[in-house]
């Protein structure tokens, strides 16, 4: 198979480390192994590979598909049993279709941003798993769900970001002490998300993007802190 040169679609294939390394967009270290991925701002074309392809490349750690305006469908299941993946910025694509839940499995992640696409439907339960998760951007797509009270137990968030969706109801009481290591939380315009946060991300100083007085608070319907 041909590597992604910006002027076709990915490939499906693996191939061996000389060829590979040479690649367009791919980035080894000094013994041939590949640590990063990288394509952004080209005419590549298509759909997301299976895993397949990338678990074949040894000790890759991060991948950056950003920026690539013909590149749609729906985020491969499959890529849940990427486990070594640490990084994925799959931001401003067309990417369609829903959250898998079966990225749980992507034991390793630490940093995800979906933002700037076409997604819809439910915040998987599922993700609750993601132990290693300190970042996770979803803003700009166009979810459609209530707050998983279970995402209380992604206790690694530190920057979480879902602005700019159509997320509803209230925020999870349970969120306020699950999320103890949260600093950054973005939920701005999401005009169905109603009651309030949590006492305690104000005694923590979590920075958050709802500014105003009560009951105007950016493009939401939340009233403060309780």
């Not at 041909?2 to 967009?25: F, N, R």
């Not at 729906?74 to 070594?84: A, F, N, Q, T, V």
Request: with cysteine.
């Amino acid at each position: 198979d041909k590597p992604a040169d910006g002027s076709g679609s990915i490939g499906s294939g693996s191939a061996d480390a000389p060829a590979y390394c040479a690649w367009q967009g791919i980035t080894c270290d000094e013994a041939g192994d590949d640590t990063d991925i990288q394509i952004a701002y080209t005419k590549i074309k298509g759909v997301l590979p299976a895993a397949a392809p990338l678990a074949a490349l040894p000790r890759l750690v991060s991948a950056a598909l950003h920026s690539n305006y013909d590149l749609g469908g729906e985020l491969p299941k499959s890529w849940g049993g990427l486990k070594r993946v640490g990084r994925l910025y799959l931001v401003g694509n067309a990417l369609t279709g829903t959250l898998p839940k079966e990225w749980a499995g992507m034991s390793g992640l630490s940093s995800l941003h979906l933002s700037f696409n076409k997604l819809r439907g439910p915040l998987p339960p599922e993700w609750d798993a993601l132990q290693n998760l300190e970042e996770l951007f979803l803003h700009t797509n166009g979810l459609d769900c209530a707050l998983p009270a279970c995402w209380a137990g992604m206790a690694g968030l530190v920057n979480l970001d879902l602005k700019n969706n159509n997320l509803k109801e209230p925020v999870p009481p349970q969120w306020g002490e699950g999320l103890r290591r949260l600093k950054e939380l973005g939920l701005s315009d999401n005009p169905r998300l109603t009651g309030c946060l949590p006492r305690a991300w104000e005694e923590r100083g979590v920075r958050s993007d709802l500014q105003g007085v009560p009951g105007i608070w950016t493009g939401t319907k939340i009233t403060g802190f309780c």
